[in-house]
């Protein structure tokens, strides 16, 4: 019964879980608000802030989970992809915490995590299925054969959904982090009141950048007619923002379904915490058939959990790395 350590520092939560035979007994996260001051993730700054927040992370998680330092049986890591300063402050830290305690170190990626991140709780999805996985830097439609055989069959070919999300934010004036405020003001709006335009991409990628321009544009010919017109239709204009890029995800979703005759449908990532998302794709469980997954709300953004439960069945699968590991800022599957 494997005890697990897990840190998360890819970009700017500082975040430390504990993973007691695949169950997760701790799960902390340290949020660094110092960035809504600059409009974003300053990555100096949260190299910075990890420095300060990993030591109390890690014996908080410790003290949640009641276990002693000595019990533990490894150490997982993000090792990326990320913001490279963020990464490894926890990727030294790590491998420190490892060596002092003799503890077996196991590298994990960031993105495989967010998918795994459905193996928590119950119900978990069955092999083979497909997960969307949705952040402010990806956008990816993958297969998951097995916990890490994993293919991505669609992905962005430029912007990520949540970047389209927070830059509108950003044209809209609205505070960073953007996003979730977004989610938040179009529960009052009308999500058919302003129609934007649907990117045509082959097969099953994505491309958000025309539909920011198409956003940039629309806001500034209308405050051209009206200087009021945000203030006036704020609830409208993020209502109908949100249903175009669930109805954009959403679309090659299907597709990627019906090419690969599968139902087992998951979603992971930062923007699977947005209402919209959920929402639409949970309507699919009557429209379309599909067994749809989605994880709890604090294992949806970046966190140590996931990172955690990875390191588990890698612990399992006896994949370990040595000290001379390093971070990468890229990283594939």
């Known amino acids: 019964m494997p005890i697990i350590l897990a840190i998360e520092s890819s970009c700017d939560e500082t975040s430390v879980a504990i993973c007691y035979n695949g169950k997760i007994t701790a799960n902390v996260i340290a949020n660094q608000t110092i960035h809504e001051n600059y409009g974003g993730v300053i990555p100096e700054l949260a190299s910075r802030v990890h420095q300060q927040n990993i030591v109390p992370a890690v014996q908080q998680a410790l003290t949640i989970a009641k276990v002693n330092k000595n019990e533990l049986n490894a150490v997982a890591f993000t090792r990326g992809p990320g913001l490279l300063g963020a990464l490894l402050v926890g990727v030294s830290f790590a491998k420190s915490f490892a060596l002092a305690l003799d503890l077996?170190?196991?590298?994990?990626?960031?993105?495989q995590a967010h998918i795994l991140a459905h193996f928590i709780d119950d119900p978990m999805p069955k092999f083979p299925f497909l997960c969307l996985t949705v952040s402010g830097g990806h956008t990816q439609i993958v297969l998951v054969k097995d916990y890490f055989d994993m293919e991505i069959v669609g992905e962005t070919l430029d912007d990520a959904a949540g970047e389209a999300f927070d830059k509108t934010a950003k044209i809209l004036d609205l505070p960073?982090?953007?996003?979730?405020?977004?989610?938040?003001?179009?529960?009052?709006?009308?999500?058919?009141?302003?129609?934007?335009?649907?990117?045509?991409?082959?097969?099953?990628?994505?491309?958000?950048?025309?539909?920011k321009t198409a956003i940039l544009y629309f806001i500034r010919d209308n405050k051209i007619k009206n200087p009021q017109f945000v203030e006036e239709n704020l609830a409208d204009i993020c209502a109908s923002v949100q249903y175009s890029i669930v109805n954009i995800l959403l679309n090659k979703l299907k597709k990627a379904a019906k090419q690969y005759s599968i139902k087992e449908i998951a979603i992971a990532g930062g923007v699977s915490a947005n209402s919209g998302l959920r929402i639409a794709l949970l309507a699919t469980q009557d429209t379309l058939g599909w067994k749809v997954y989605i994880p709890a709300f604090q294992y949806c953004t970046d966190n140590a959990g996931m990172i955690a439960i990875a390191g588990y069945h890698k612990y399992l699968a006896g994949e370990f790395v040595t000290q001379e590991i390093s971070p990468l800022a890229r990283m594939n599957f």
């Open 104 to 111: 077996p170190l196991i590298a994990v990626n960031h993105m």
């Open 176 to 211: 960073y982090p953007g996003g979730p405020l977004i989610d938040k003001y179009a529960k009052d709006g009308n999500p058919l009141a302003y129609k934007f335009p649907e990117p045509q991409i082959q097969g099953l990628n994505y491309s958000f950048s025309g539909f």
